[in-house]
Structures are given as C-alpha cells and as structure tokens.
C-alpha cells in the first residue's frame, strides 16, 4: 500500500510498534523514506511505472521523484526502461525482497503444515504479515485441486475486512491494537462503524475459539478462515488464513472442521518456534 496524495511517509503506521518518541522523528531520514516510498509505488500489477505514475502513488513532487528514481537508477535498484520513458524495479531491489524471505525462519518451519492443510482443504493456505494496512504473504500453499484463488507469494489484501487481517488485529496487544484502529479509524471515515463491527467480532471471535470468519466480506464469492500468531522468537505478529470460493468453503465447513485444523497448525508451528 502506498502513501494518499500528499501524505507524509510519517503519517503512515509503520511495523514498529507504539508511536515514535521525538527522539526517534529527529533521527528520522525523511530522504531514505522518500526513497524506499518510490520502491513501493511499484506492485505485482504495475511493474512499470513513470515519474508522473509515482508521483501520484506517493504524493511526492515530481520533481523529487525525478531526482529519486534517477538516484535509484544509479543504484541498480531501477531501471529505466528508455523506449517507454518509465522504471522497473531492478535485481538489486529483488534480492532485499529475496533476503528478507529466506531469513523468515517461521517460513521454513510452517510451509510442511500449510501445504499439508491446503491438500486436505482442496484450497490455499497463506502467512502474511502487516505492511501498513495491507496483509502481504510471505508464504502461500496451494491444493493441486479445487478452485484457486488468484494470489501468490507477495500479494497483498487489505487488513481490515480478510479473516487473515482482522485475525491479525485481534493477536496484537491492546496497545498496539488501539494505535492501529486509532489510524484506521482515520483512514476509513464513514465506514469505520462497519468495519469497526467486523474486527470486534473478530477478536471475540479468536478469544472463544482461536479463529476467525470473512463471509464474502473481503470479495463476495470468497470465504475463509485466519488465524494469529505472535511469533515468540520476538520476529514479529503474522497470522494464516485458509480460504477458497464460497461453494467450497460454507460457513459451515470453515466453523467445524477448517477452522479448528487451522489452529491446530497454527499451535504446532508456534511450538516449534519455541524450540518445543
């Protein structure tokens, strides 16, 4: 998710948790943010991006973004492709993306239990983590038959109607759960008492029993189940979800048998971050 027009890169919730102190802000490298902002404009979807596009992702001058992607370039973290006057992002930018996911160590210790789950369900099976206000996977198993849904490694869903976000929501601690509503709350105008229903039925929901249900709230013909997990190797909050066209998946199916097999899964990797 990029910044709205004329956003600040502050003003955005970060993965850290708790606002930051005003020692943090004067530390703050407002350069380096603008920098990696132009990074994110670019999606799975929209690989190639001109300075105009950017611009308007990130809410950034024009100009600054000329003289950033240009830097960028430089870098080996774009590359400019001349025929077309716009960016792609370049093998130097892929491998800190690389990096990161081959040393998330929850990735390697879940993907035996999700496969296995996602060959049960006939459906897929994802990890993500928060990046603002999105979900984006880190790790997704797919069944070899049934319906697939379109997403992959990198895809991004929004946090405040899949089961994967909200479960993610209820698995926080209070105070960084009240910090993030407090934004969202921001962000969603009008709709925030909708949305504001769905996560508080969601928390409910994983305090009595672990997981928690989007009914073709996220996209009407999709249903799924998420549950948290807040890594105790201290490596940050995720959460996984189980989820497949509503024909496959009756809200029946999810609350009896997905649902309470997710949790286990889930426990058991949990564990077995823990060393058990």
């Known amino acids: 998710m990029t910044l709205y027009a004329g956003q600040d890169v502050r003003d955005m919730p970060a993965p850290a948790k708790g606002a930051r102190s005003a020692d943090a802000d004067r530390k703050f490298v407002t350069a380096l943010a603008r920098g990696l902002e132009v990074l994110r404009a670019f999606t799975s979807t929209d690989g190639l991006l001109g300075n105009g596009e950017i611009a308007e992702r990130t809410g950034l001058p024009k100009p600054t973004v000329s003289r950033l992607t240009y830097t960028l370039t430089n870098l080996g973290y774009l590359r400019h492709v001349e025929r077309l006057g716009k960016y792609q992002l370049a093998p130097a930018a892929l491998a800190l993306g690389y990096s990161a996911l081959a040393n998330m160590r929850i990735r390697q210790i879940a993907r035996g239990s999700m496969q296995a789950l996602a060959d049960y369900a006939g459906a897929s ?86 997981f928690t249900l989007s009914i073709g709230e996220w996209e009407r013909d999709i249903n799924a189940v998420g549950v948290p997990l807040i890594a105790p190797d201290g490596s940050g909050a995720f959460a996984f979800n189980c989820g497949a066209p509503a024909f496959q998946f009756t809200r029946e199916r999810l609350e009896s048998d997905i649902g309470p097999r997710l949790v286990n899964m889930v426990r058991n990797v949990e564990a077995d971050l823990n060393g058990r």
């Open 125 to 210: 099976v994802a990890l993500g983590t928060r990046d603002r206000l999105d979900l984006i996977y880190v790790e997704h198993c797919r069944s070899k038959r049934g319906v697939m849904l379109r997403l992959d490694l990198g895809s991004r869903i929004p946090i405040a109607t899949t089961a994967m976000g909200r479960a993610l929501i209820a698995g926080l601690p209070e105070t960084e759960r009240d910090w993030l509503m407090g934004y969202m709350k921001r962000q969603e105008g009008k709709r925030w008492p909708r949305v504001r229903a769905g996560i508080e039925r969601a928390i409910g929901d994983v305090a009595a029993r672990g």
